[in-house]
């Protein structure tokens, strides 16, 4: 190597030491950034030049440092794991905070909840069957009875709030994953041309590594990377983004629980053709929303509706069967105690036809003025027995199967909740662990390069004294 190519050899040196030094500035200032994933120059060893002369021989020395690149501490395997975790914790996450809204709605058990109401509703009717011939009993029947008929219709209504509320949330949700699929396809086109124009691209990187994790979140969506430094995000096998391209998404269907129809996702370009997916918050939304099931194995919000107007139709029949055989004051019979308006739910179109005491048929026929027969039959249906004695399945017990079912489930998705959310961030924490900046380790680096630029400079320094030496002080030709 020539004396001057000692001057380039330092100079490389400075080169790499310096953009070393300003890696690890730029890992410390974005020491606190979401979602940055830091960084390390990459470099190689110079080799020497090619051996051109006759009588060139020996071993040569390297002429310094290469600067590859920029690269970014980032585990592909990390990132994948994140976004599969973190898809079913969106999944459970959604079902378990619309089930434990139906569940607290429920106000079971306690003095509001419907069961307490039942009970004071058979024994209204037992105290009337004791004391016919005042009005006190009756009014207070009636009262109960009204207030009874309140709570399981705010019951059915809440049912059908959190059904609109997870509704009106799907639509949000099919808007933040269109908007985060045409931002990834930008940063691939923008990764695409810094890429080939030989740039680094790590903070965009970071940019579309935070947007997939979000799209899976949503949809459980897979990433395959290709050679071009683009991505394409596939959802159900079919392709959200390739390349620069996006396929945006639609909700369509039903929009109020009781048009009883499914509420799908649908690719836009292609109407008609249903999304399929079965995790992420999406999906977790769109389990919910699936109109019932006869056989029970339907939509979780629209079972619960279903199950308020199973009991309340069963209450209404069973005391109906009983009520219509009694007799008035006036010898009216065949009368109902409940009835159902028109075109309403059962929950919620329930209302109490007698209004006062004369109106209410308690005795039973051939009997006198003041039986309370019919009253002592209906308040046994709450402990289970017909009225001619036989035994029955109680409403209160059909209330209370319902409650315990909604208890077992929401509980379950609980659970379910609870271990994928602990699971997915243990999942980010060791993506965090890997990619984020570690204060200690960038002070130890900024030394460590602070020392290699001291070095280069000081070569470049004895070489110039070297080369001042020989050129300015050996020798005076001419003389």
Known sequence: MSTFGGLNTAYTGLVAARQGLNVVGQNIANANTDGYTRQRVSTSALGATASTGVFTQGARVGEGVALDGIIRLASAQLDARVRATAATAGYTAVRANALA???????????????????????????????????????????????????????????????????????????????????????????????????????????????????????????????????????????????????????????????????????????????????????????????????????????AATSYNSFASDLATKVNAIYTTGYTQT???????????????????????????????????????????????????????????????????????????TGVLTQTELQSAALASATASGAANQQLANSSVDLDEENVNLLMFQHAYQGAARMMTAVDEMLDTLINRTGLVGR
């Open 331 to 405: 010898d009216a019979t065949g009368l109902k105690f409940f009835t159902f308006a028109s075109g309403a739910p059962e929950a919620t179109g329930l209302s109490v036809v007698p209004t006062r005491s004369a109106d209410l048929a308690l005795r039973a026929e051939g009997t006198g003025a003041y039986d309370g027969s019919i009253a002592d039959a209906i308040a046994q249906l709450g402990a289970g027995f017909a009225a001619d004695g036989s035994a029955i399945v109680s409403p209160s017990t059909t209330w209370s199967d319902f409650v315990t079912k």
């Open 101 to 303: 809204s139906v569940e607290d709605s429920l106000n079971e058990p306690g003095e509001d909840g419907i069961s307490a109401k039942l009970d004071e509703f058979w024994a209204g009717w037992q105290t009337l069957a004791n004391g016919t011939d005042t009005a006190a009993p009756a009014a207070l029947l009636l009262g109960t009875a009204g207030e009874l008929l309140t709570q399981i219709s705010e019951g059915y209504q809440a049912v059908s709030d959190e059904w609109s509320s997870v509704r009106s949330d799907l639509d949000n949700m099919v808007s933040e994953l269109n908007g985060a699929a045409t931002q990834v396809a930008a940063l691939n086109v923008q990764i695409r041309q810094t890429l080939a124009t030989g740039g680094t691209a790590n903070e965009l990187l970071d940019q579309r590594t935070s947007l997939t994790t979000t799209i899976a979140a949503l949809t459980g969506a897979t990433v395959t990377e290709q050679a071009d430094g683009t991505v394409n995000v596939l959802v159900g096998g079919n392709a959200l983004v390739s390349g620069g391209t996006t396929h945006q998404l639609s909700v369509t269907g039903a929009r109020v629980m009781q048009d009883n129809k499914s509420v799908q996702l649908e690719w836009t370009d292609n109407a008609n053709t249903p999304v399929t997916m079965d995790a992420g918050e999406i999906a977790g939304a769109l389990s919910l929303l699936a109109p019932a099931a006869g056989n029970g194995a339907g939509g979780a919000l629209a079972e």
